[in-house]
DNA sequence: GCTTTATGGATAGTTATACTCTCCATATGA
DNA sequence: TCATATGGAGAGTATAACTATCCATAAAGC
């Protein structure tokens, strides 16, 4: 198919494409002719990936291309292509906590992943987030949240049981490639929605059922 | 304090609070007289807590206010406050999906709210997101991960009501709603950090352990 | 065969966001 | 008293993500 054709398909405008194959968000096209090129089918979803990684998840059109590059080069082991997918995706994070909080949360961090066993590399970009936030959660007074961390862990280690489970199980190193960066993305944006929804889920039941005469803005149920 | 201290404190350059206060991020001090204000340890908690948001959580200027609006409006109930936060926090998503798998994404999802009992106001903005990243999973071939919405589901369970719980306990309203703010968005950011090691520590164990020589980071399989 | 539309490629322009700079009259502090 | 800091307002800058315009050529419709 012709550029046209993949923008019809794709519902994303031709300039804008041709935004993304200058970016190299995109490979361009077989070159029939100095003005012709054929599109495939991968190009469609390569596309559709790209919108989703930019329109969902937000990520910058630069990390969109880290991401693809490291799902692109095939010298990467499965454990490789998810540490080279968590570097694309994790910012290293602004400096936000001062430096004597973000030296206890990074003593806490790190008893914390000793206590849990976990063979992570100590320069892994989570960490930093990880260390960030905590920081910053206790400047703020929220150590209770940063307490909780093994609950937190708890629910993160079976998700990624799962998920890596799932991962792993496919048949093509292609598909596999593409599916780290798709569950590792996206299944993100699922947990923070499904979180939400179980915040108001939950604060209906805990707060408006026990006591609360009449709310205005939500229903009383 | 004046705005140099304030400056000094929280690490904040002069030119970028007073582009705060311009922008609302920041209530303006108590003048003592046409070209002096009096800033006070509330305002530098209230820019440490936009720093977060801003740094940490990349909201932008605009939906940092929202946020901010939300938790400065004392009319709200603790329910009230929780969705004003989600709806700050939750952009409409950009349709990333074909309408197709979005109608079938949305049956999906109204189904599964059902199933679960949630109550949740069906226009919810992290229902859009659901959907919307439902859809796109959907499309992509992933449908294993959308099938999966109730492990998630079960794990959100338990953090919102941990959460939710943790909030309502806090004594002073003020520090509720802050803590809502918070907890909504920090506590997102732990558990994308914490998903990402453990995905790291689960693919070393499931993947290097069992056959493999030795992985350094790349190559091999 | 001829005109209209579409294409690949390159360069320039636009919009939005988040600052950053410059002024100015007034206030503070050494 | 005099350099420095301040509140407030307006203009300027940097970056990101498109969007528009050109052009020579190719395909499609008549």
Known sequence: MRIGELSRRSGVSVPTIKFYLREGLLPSGELTSPNQANYTDAHLRR???????????????????????????????????????????????????????????????????????????????????????????????????ADQLDTYADAAERFAEREVTAVASRPDPDQIAESVVIGTILGERLIAALRLLAHEHVSARLLDRPSAPSHRTETTE
């Not at 989703?52 to 998840?57: E, G, K, N």
């Not at 602004?94 to 320069?123: C, L, T, Y």
Request: aromatic share 2%.
């Open 47 to 145: 596309l559709q990936l790209v919108r989703a990684l930019i329109d969902l998840a937000h990520l910058p059109v630069a990390r969109v291309r880290d991401v693809l590059e490291s799902l692109d080069s095939d010298s990467l082991s499965l454990r490789g292509r998810i540490g080279a997918v968590h570097r694309a995706v994790t910012p290293a994070p602004q400096p936000a906590a001062d430096d004597g909080a973000r030296g206890a949360a990074e003593a806490q961090v790190r008893e914390f992943i000793e206590k849990r066993g976990w063979a992570v590399e100590p320069d892994a970009p989570a960490i930093a987030t990880l260390v960030e936030t905590i920081a910053v959660l206790h400047s703020l007074g929220r150590e209770d949240l």
